[in-house]
């Protein structure tokens, strides 16, 4: 049976979940390693909707490398689950990326990112996205 | 009874209480997504009923996102079909109660007659209720095309 206590720590945690959420949204665009160095899992497997894939340490190369240029992100958030120390989050975002090899690109995705509770703080440990079918660039 | 003696018997019986509780390991995650892309496969939609977690949020390439009761329509309508259905476990974080698996899974989908390869990574969250591992999540995305040479 749920305890008082885990429902409390549970309530801590997703509302802990979903400001690293947005923290980490603003932080690629913003190309802030040390936040991202902070909120992203040493595992982390990033999957551009595109299929292209990314280690933390690559994610965050090239971001500060400015190989991809977030503009601007704008994310809703469809749902947020919490399973133990697993949190699952499943949202939509409006996402205006360039880089140096390309022109601006506005993108309409859909994504998934799973989160991991360790050392006291959530760090999203994978991503995947899919380009939605009202999106300018297919 | 005194507290120590209490605490003896309490450390004593720990170990039968976890043989009454069998947790996940990461062979029976590994099992249990084999299984679910196995009964994808052969549309068994019973399986499918028991693999699947009743808050199932199951995402494919085409970026929409389907709940248990429209996915197991989908399989018994025959909307969802596929002549092959091939996964690859890449790899597995394994907590108390719940799993994560990535990998790829290189799929021939069915549909108005025709056969499509759908090649796609896959992210896949089990949690593990009523003694079984059962799927809360599955999102894809397209595998990036290999360069035409």
Request: overall charge neutral; glycine content about 6%.
């Amino acid at each position: 049976m749920m305890s008082i206590a885990s429902f409390a720590k549970d309530g801590v945690r997703e509302a802990a979940l979903k400001a690293a959420e947005i923290t980490r949204f603003e932080a690629q665009v913003n190309a802030d390693a040390k936040v991202l160095g902070n909120l992203l899992d040493d595992g982390l497997e990033y999957t551009h909707s595109n299929g292209d894939l990314d280690t933390k340490a690559s994610f965050i190369d090239s971001l500060v490398t400015g190989k991809r240029d977030y503009i601007s992100s704008v994310a809703t958030v469809d749902s947020v689950r919490i399973f133990g120390d697993v949190g699952v989050i499943r949202g939509k975002a409006r996402v205006t990326v360039s880089g140096k090899d390309r022109q601006p690109q506005d993108l309409h995705i859909g994504y998934t990112d799973i989160w991991l509770w360790k050392d006291g703080r959530w760090q999203m440990t994978a991503w995947r996205s899919m380009r939605m079918p009202d999106s300018p660039v297919k | 009874m005194s507290h120590p003696r209490f605490l003896l018997l309490l450390l004593a019986s720990l170990p039968l209480i976890a043989l009454a509780s069998p947790r996940g390991d990461e062979d029976s995650a590994r099992a249990a997504l084999q299984a679910r892309f196995d009964a994808a496969l052969h549309a068994d939609v019973a399986a499918l009923d028991k693999l699947l977690a009743d808050d199932l949020e199951y995402c494919g390439v085409s970026a929409t996102c389907s709940t248990k009761a429209q996915y197991l329509e989908s399989v018994r309508s025959g909307t969802r079909k596929f002549r092959s259905l091939v996964p690859k476990v890449e790899r597995v974080t394994l907590f108390a109660d719940s799993a994560v698996l990535t990998g790829k899974v290189y799929a021939v989908s069915i549909g108005d007659g025709t056969e499509r390869n759908v090649d796609a990574y896959f992210l896949v969250v089990l949690a593990w209720r009523d003694d079984r591992w059962q799927m809360t999540n599955q999102s894809s995305t397209l595998l990036q095309p290999k360069p035409k040479t």
